[in-house]
Structure formats: C-alpha cells, structure tokens
C-alpha cells in the first residue's frame, strides 16, 4: 500500500517539488546521478559513493510505493536510451554494495545495448579484478584503454589488476602512465603512490625468498 511519507522523503532527495508521476521522477533520478560528478570513475571517492547510493535508493523507493497507486498501475514505457542508463546505474549500485555477481549481470545488459560506454568497461574490469579474474580484467581494461588512452582510471585499474597477478613490471609501467595523466586528481594520485611501495615490498619480498632459496640449495 502507497505510504505518502515515504514517497515524500525520496522525493525530497531527488529534489522534486511537490507530485510527480514515473517518469517525471526516472528522469529528476537519472539527471542526478549522470551529472559530470558521477560520469567518471569515482569508486575512490566515499563522499560520491555515498551520494549515489542515496539517489539510487530513493528512486527505488518511489518507484515501488507509486507502483501501487491506481495511476500508476500500467507499467511504465522507458526509451531505450533510459532503460541502458538505468541497468548501467543498477550494476553500478549493486558494485558499490559489493554485490559483484548482480553488478556484473546489469553491467553486461547495458554493454548490450551499447558496447562504445568507456565507464561501464571499467566497472566491468574492476569487477572481474575484485573476484581475481585477473587475465579477464585486464581484457576489459585494455578495451577500455583503446577508447581512451588518456583515461587515467583504465591504466590505474589495469595497473592494479598486474599488481593483484604480480605482474610488477607491467603493473610499474601502468603506473608510470598513470603519473603523466594524473596532476590534479589526489586520489589518484594518492593510490598510485602507495601501489609503487606495494610493488617495491613485493619485490623485496621476492628478493629475500630468491637469496634463501639459493643459500639452502648449497
């Protein structure tokens, strides 16, 4: 049963006066959370996250409480360039919430529908990296890298992907080029440091093994 309370306050939060049918709140949604702020790759930033999971849930809930009022009782018509913007925005709250194997199904229905959106490549490869499919991640970084040489979100993730597979030299090579692409993102900026000492522990680490081994085996 419609709850007007509830429908109020997510209304409030996607910054809608008054009464609003479906479409009119889909499109206040999408204009939100398509904004240039979130047309990047702002999954190191919390503040962001926060913002978008907000706007994101309470479309949801304003959706479903005006689904069962009499008015809004026949389903809703989307334009296919909404229905791609608003599989790509589940896959993406889903990914936010951790929920990889939901992220990943949404994500490949908007890649369907369009295969030329840089951002959904990404996600998807940040995916695949977070559930150690590191040969597949790299694939999706690299396309994405083609649409873009200058994405410095491609290299960082790709960097990150060899640096998970150990890859060090191909890992320290994408971080290069994140560093020639990144003077004015901190957070970027930030991450990339701290994966050069990751990389330079590591290889110590490798170090100090090789040294053992070779004592052991005289």
Not at 72 to 82: C, L, N
Not at 151 to 176: M, P, Q, V
């Amino acid at each position: 049963m419609n709850n007007p309370k509830f429908l109020s306050k997510s209304l409030k939060t996607l910054k809608i006066k008054g009464d609003a049918g479906s479409s009119e709140i889909t499109k206040a949604y999408l204009d939100l959370t398509h904004s240039a702020k979130f047309r990047k790759v702002f999954i190191l930033n919390e503040i962001l996250k926060e913002e978008f999971i907000k706007y994101h849930e309470a479309y949801v809930l304003a959706i479903r409480e005006l689904s069962s009022t009499a008015a809004e009782a026949t389903p809703q018509y989307y334009p296919p360039g909404q229905i791609v913007d608003l599989l790509f925005n589940q896959g993406l709250y889903h990914l936010l919430k951790e929920n990889f194997l939901k992220a990943g199904d949404k994500l490949e229905e908007a890649a369907r529908m369009n295969n030329k959106d840089i951002l959904t490549k990404i996600y998807q490869g940040y995916i695949l990296m977070k559930r150690k499919n590191f040969y597949a991640a790299e694939n999706y970084f690299l396309k994405a890298i083609d649409m873009d040489r200058e994405n410095e979100y491609s290299w960082f993730f790709l960097g990150k992907t060899y640096l998970k597979a150990e890859k060090l030299d191909k890992a320290s090579a994408a971080f290069r080029k994140v560093e020639t692409l990144s003077f004015y993102n901190n957070e970027i900026i930030a991450e990339t440091r701290d994966a050069f000492k990751e990389i330079e522990r590591i290889r110590m680490k490798n170090s100090k093994r090789s040294i053992i081994s070779r004592v052991f085996k005289k």
